[in-house]
Structures are given as C-alpha cells and as structure tokens.
T-cell receptor
Framework: QKEVEQNSGPLSVPEGAIASLNCTYS??????FFWYRQYSGKSPELIMS????GDKEDGRFTAQLNKASQYVSLLIRDSQPSDSATYLC???????????FGKGTTLSVSS | EPEVTQTPSHQVTQMGQEVILRCVPI?????FYWYRQILGQKVEFLVS????????KSEIFDDQFSVERPDGSNFTLKIRSTKLEDSAMYFC????????????FGQGTRLTVV
C-alpha cells in the first residue's frame, strides 16, 4: 500500500512568520509532487507542483523535494490569516495515472 | 479562468438508489478523474479516464461504480446501488496530460445516502 504521510497538526504560527509543512512518501517510483490547499468544506486547490530535486519558489510559497529521502516540504513565508487551511501533499503513482494524498496538515495563522 | 464544474452541489438519495454525478472538465484537458473524501478523512482516488476508457481504478471503484463521457463536454460517475458508506464528497478533476501534469479539482458534490 503506497502511503503519503503528513503531520496532522494543527500547526500554529503568528502572522508574518514562516510556516513549514512536511510530507514523506513511500513509493520510490513517484515522479510528480503537489501541494493543495483545502479550506473547510471546499475542494482541493492546487498551489504548487514540483518534479525534480531542489527548491521551487512561487511568490510566498517554496516547495522542496528530496527524492533520495522521499521527502517533500512546503514553506509559506509571511504567513497570513487567510493561509489558515488544511494543506494536502499529493504524489503520483508510478504510472502517473492517480494522485495519492496525505491526510493533510491543518495550519492556523493568528493575527 | 477555466474551471472544472460539478453538478449537483448536494445530492441526497435513498440507500439502494442509483445516482449520477456530473462534471464538466476544463475544455482542453484530456485526462479526467474522480476522487472522494469521506468527512474527516483523506482524499481518495477512485478512477482515471483517458481516450474514452478507464486508465486506472482503485479498489474502491468496484462493480457498483461506472464512468462515462456521454458527449464532448460531460464526464459522469454513476453509483448503481448506493450504500450508507458511499456518503462523501465526490470531486471531479482534470488535467491536460497524464504523468507530470497538474490536476485541477471541481467544487465537489456532497452525496448523502439515507
């Protein structure tokens, strides 16, 4: 059974701080890695994708991938109360035909 | 901005009844997916669909489930005989390609089986 593991949280950070979210995955054949944001009662919203080792930055978000350690992370700089949500890590299966999701980490940003 | 749209937003059905959930994927996307999320649990893959056939399905996607692309725009999920445990949010998603491409989700259909 291929798994994606995340700390469920909640992760609480003050406004303006850096939030660090982590994810590990079990399938070494996974090729693509994604971070989705999900507000309560809403659908997953894609915020970052990463395909190769290293860092990828997009605005306040930085995704980091280490395939040797099977580890993906998401950094959110200058956290805002509107960033309060559940962050889902998702990786593709080997065939690339399905996403396997973690349970998500709940982030709470206090003003 | 193009988006995946799903109807209805909420469906209540009696146990044993058939339901059809509808989705309109983003127009230039070629790969379509159904996922579900039981309340408080993680998002689970059901099925992926490309070129008018299923490319992958999970253990959840048993004989009670089927998918169809009845025309050039719609993508449907049918549950033949609903069970109480089918109650969940069902999300449709689409992507331009398969491997290594980003999937975008619709707003979901909340299915309640009573």
């Amino acid at each position: 059974q291929k798994e994606v593991e995340q700390n469920s949280g909640p992760l609480s950070v003050p406004e303006g701080a850096i939030a660090s979210l982590n994810c590990t995955y079990s399938d070494r054949g996974s090729q693509s890695f994604f971070w989705y944001r999900q507000y309560s009662g809403k659908s997953p919203e894609l915020i970052m994708s990463i395909y190769s080792n290293g860092d990828k930055e997009d605005g306040r978000f930085t995704a980091q991938l280490n395939k040797a350690s099977q580890y993906v992370s998401l950094l959110i700089r200058d956290s805002q109360p509107s960033d309060s949500a559940t962050y889902l890590c998702a990786v593709t299966n080997q065939a690339g035909t399905a996403l396997i999701f973690g349970k998500g980490t709940t982030l709470s940003v206090s003003s | 901005e193009p988006e995946v749209t799903q109807t209805p937003s909420h469906q209540v059905t009696q146990m044993g009844q058939e339901v059809i959930l509808r989705c309109v994927p983003i127009s230039n996307h070629l790969y379509f997916y159904w996922y579900r999320q039981i309340l408080g649990q993680k998002v689970e893959f059901l099925v992926s669909f490309y070129n008018n056939e299923i490319s992958e399905k999970s253990e959840i996607f048993d004989d009670q489930f089927s998918v169809e692309r009845p025309d050039g725009s719609n993508f449907t999920l049918k549950i033949r005989s609903t069970k109480l445990e089918d109650s969940a949010m069902y999300f449709c998603a689409s992507s331009v390609g398969g491997r290594n491409t980003e999937a975008f989700f619709g707003q979901g259909t909340r299915l309640t089986v009573v």
